[in-house]
């Protein structure tokens, strides 16, 4: 079944997405968790990452992007005071990310943040800051 658009009651065309030339990695071994790249990300698609202590996870928290929602806009990268988020070729994200996140120095997952139903990582992001 095909969605109509009530207004003129015709079938939605789905846009088609092409796959970013660039993807944003965090180095989060010089993250050190402000979250200003959160409110500059147009997708929201980066996520806080709690620290290591299940006890006092807001202490070392970091910010991880995640790779499926980035567009590659760069504005992530242009706007972080720490220079620590670069945008690399599509595939090479995806390695390097495996390098320098926390998940792989930690040898644990680490899960983002959750977030209610709906609500973007943003909101999750400046709750928990305030």
């Not at 620290?51 to 807001?58: A, H, K, L, V």
């Not at 070729?89 to 943040?113: C, D, H, Q, S």
Request: net charge negative; charged share 25%; with cysteine.
């Amino acid at each position: 079944m095909a969605l109509k658009d009530p207004k003129y009651d015709k079938p939605i065309q789905l846009r088609k997405t092409r796959r970013p030339k660039q993807l944003a990695v965090i180095n989060q071994a010089g993250c050190t968790g402000c979250m200003v790249c959160i409110d500059f990300c147009p997708p929201d698609c980066i996520l806080v990452v709690p620290g290591p202590d299940p006890e006092n996870p807001t202490v070392h928290k970091l910010v991880e992007v995640d790779l499926t929602l980035c567009i590659g806009c760069t504005l992530c990268a242009k706007y972080c005071p720490w220079e620590t988020i670069s945008m690399l070729e599509f595939n090479e994200a995806y390695n390097k990310a495996e390098e320098w996140t926390i998940r792989t120095v930690l040898g644990e997952i680490v899960e983002p943040v959750p977030t209610t139903a709906g609500a973007p990582a943003r909101r999750a992001a400046h709750a928990e800051a305030e």
